[in-house]
């Protein structure tokens, strides 16, 4: 685990091939991001490796990790981990995963068709101050429960609180130096991770 004290604990999993079955295993990456550099010409993130494992969390290498702020995609499983190693670090959900998660929320309640209308409505109230935005949310859950949309419901009445943490913390004049909204730093390393192991045929997870 990293020793180093501050900055952003970014984590989040997605989809590799190894095993045999036809899922695959999910593939979970924790990094923390310290600071910018720049090297050369090019600017850059200066981080820090947590943990990297395939099928379940390390938890014991996430655990006494110094942070100023979690960043998730939200997902139960890695919520529950969160509150178990990290207990008390304010969790940002990522901005970019909430719009991505809703659609599949909207999928659910048939509604696919209406994603670029309700999309457009949550974006609107993201980026407002912390109390008006939420108040929006408020407002678009009780439209979604009246249209009978209750899966897009239930997804943002459970993301609402995290949605706006880094607003919330710059009101309060207690944000970290070095903030994001976003997962995205680990979603390069897997999009690198996926280029060198697509192969053509699964890989053991042993």
Known sequence: ASSSPGGL?????????????????????????????????????????????????????????????????????????????????????????????????????????????????????????SAKGMAGVDRLIAELDLRRLHSAATYLRNAREELFTVTRLKEQGVAPELVMVATSPVEREFREINRRTEVGARWTDE
């Open 9 to 129: 604990l970014i984590a989040d999993s997605t989809g590799v091939k190894p095993g045999k079955t036809k899922r695959g295993s999910p593939l979970n990456l924790a990094m923390k991001v310290t600071g910018r550099e720049v090297k050369g010409k090019r600017a850059g993130l200066k981080k820090e490796l947590v943990t990297l494992s395939v099928g379940k969390w390390r938890e014991d290498e996430l655990r006494g990790v110094q942070a100023d702020l979690g960043i998730t995609d939200g997902e139960p499983e890695l919520k529950g981990v969160m509150a178990r190693t990290q207990p008390g670090l304010p969790s940002q959900r990522c901005l970019f995963h909430a719009q991505r998660d809703l659609y599949w929320a909207l999928y659910r309640d048939g509604a696919e068709g209406e994603r670029a209308h309700w999309e457009e409505r949550l974006v609107g109230e993201l980026w407002k101050p």
